[in-house]
Nanobody, 119 residues
Framework: QVLLVESGGGLVQSGGSLRLSCQAS????????FGWYRQAPGKQRESVAFITRTGSTNYADSVKGRFTISRDNAKNTVFLQMSSLKPEDTAVYYC?????????????WGQGTQVTVSS
């Protein structure tokens, strides 16, 4: 079992920056990929970025060039550095981890952290 706890959300002005962190605990050796998702009010949850065990990354078009995902495998932590924030980035941001443990594929989610960007 993998548990995820996000931190770092808050209120920021348009153009500002925030850094989200996600600390994993439990069977962290089984984690293959980390991802960040977000859900704005009245909208579906969407993928923002993900990073594989070997460090390959992928970003949603809406955040390319502004957000950077990274991971510290030794500390079982994944980060999302967000810059040039826009009001449309306002959402609850969720950390995700997936992998395989005891021959079962799993998806683990954090509780979410609110990011609010004021115009």
């Amino acid at each position: 079992q993998v548990l995820l706890v996000e931190s770092g959300g808050g209120l920021v002005q348009s153009g500002g920056s925030l850094r989200l962190s996600c600390q994993a605990s439990g069977s962290t050796f089984s984690i293959d990929n980390f991802g960040w998702y977000r859900q704005a009010p009245g909208k579906q949850r969407e993928s923002v970025a993900f990073i594989t065990r070997t460090g390959s990354t992928n970003y949603a078009d809406s955040v390319k060039g502004r957000f950077t995902i990274s991971r510290d495998n030794a500390k079982n932590t994944v980060f999302l550095q967000m810059s040039s924030l826009k009001p449309e980035d306002t959402a609850v941001y969720y950390c995700n981890a997936n992998g395989q443990f005891l021959f079962k594929v799993y998806d683990a989610w954090g509780q979410g952290t609110q990011v609010t960007v004021s115009s």
